[in-house]
């Protein structure tokens, strides 16, 4: 079936649908600090119980990435939501944190450091899978007071080796021109996910996301980084050129 995808961006950027029934965001050059964004989703309006998607199901797409160098992050597939990204968006329902679980490719550029376990690639082009207990969200906001912690790197680096041991993960680095068109597939089975990228099988792994999942489209011009010493960073980066993302036929089955 075709998602039915809802788009969204912040007011200097764009998400629309060509006449072709193409998805294709955009996000403009510019400075450190402002946030860029451009996403198509299914789960913004949704509680987490209700979002569409749940195994068995497999995710199919063409794609492309007008900048190769892009700085932040873009990519597409299947995910929870865990850090409540609908706060502040229009018709959004509010939902309490959660430990992440998903399957999706997903670009990162060099600012960012996005592993939990530290022989994984953290950066980059990246086909990679969470898996995390489903830990009610009312007992995980009990730790909301300790946030302030988190400014603390001796904090960070515990709370760091915590949640390695909470949360499994899977990664495998994808060198391909982005800028070119290619098939991309994620077939997400009870007992395992594969990647494929042109048909060609990247990684199939048996770290695969707990609970119903939201589809997600994006690029964005931010970064987050948790590299092993613990230093937690976080923002907005600059950007010298626009990028876009084209995605035609879309479907999950």
Not at 111 to 120: E, T, W
Not at 175 to 197: E, G, P
Request: overall charge neutral.
């Amino acid at each position: 079936m075709i998602p039915a995808l809802i788009p969204r961006s912040t007011s200097d950027s764009m998400a629309e649908t060509s006449s072709d029934d193409a998805l294709i965001l955009t996000i403009p050059a510019g400075r450190k600090g402002k946030y860029r964004w451009a996403q198509f989703d299914d789960y913004l309006h949704k509680l987490r119980r209700n979002f569409e998607w749940k195994v068995p199901c497999r995710l199919s797409l063409t794609a492309r990435c007008s900048n190769p160098h892009h700085d932040g992050t873009w990519g597409f597939g299947f995910w929870n939501d865990p850090f409540n990204t609908s706060l502040g968006i229009s018709g959004s329902v509010r939902r309490l944190p959660a430990l992440p679980n998903c399957a999706w490719f997903f670009y990162a550029s060099e600012h960012n450091y996005l592993s939990f376990h530290d022989q994984l690639p953290a950066q980059g082009f990246l086909a990679a899978t969470f898996s995390s207990p489903r830990i009610p969200p009312a007992i995980l906001a009990f730790g909301i007071p300790f946030f302030p912690l988190l400014l603390w790197k001796g904090f960070t680096r515990i709370a760091r080796h915590a949640l390695r041991a909470l949360i499994r993960q899977d990664a495998v680095q994808i060198d391909i021109d982005v800028t070119k068109w290619h098939t991309y597939q994620i077939d997400w089975q009870q007992n395992s996910v594969k990647f494929l990228v042109d048909s060609n099988g990247l990684l199939e792994t048996s770290v695969t996301p707990h609970g119903r999942q939201g589809l997600v489209i994006w690029v964005d011009n931010q970064y987050a980084a948790y590299p092993p010493d613990g230093d937690l960073i976080f923002g907005n980066l600059a950007s010298s050129k626009s990028t876009t993302l084209e995605i035609k036929d879309l479907m999950v089955t």
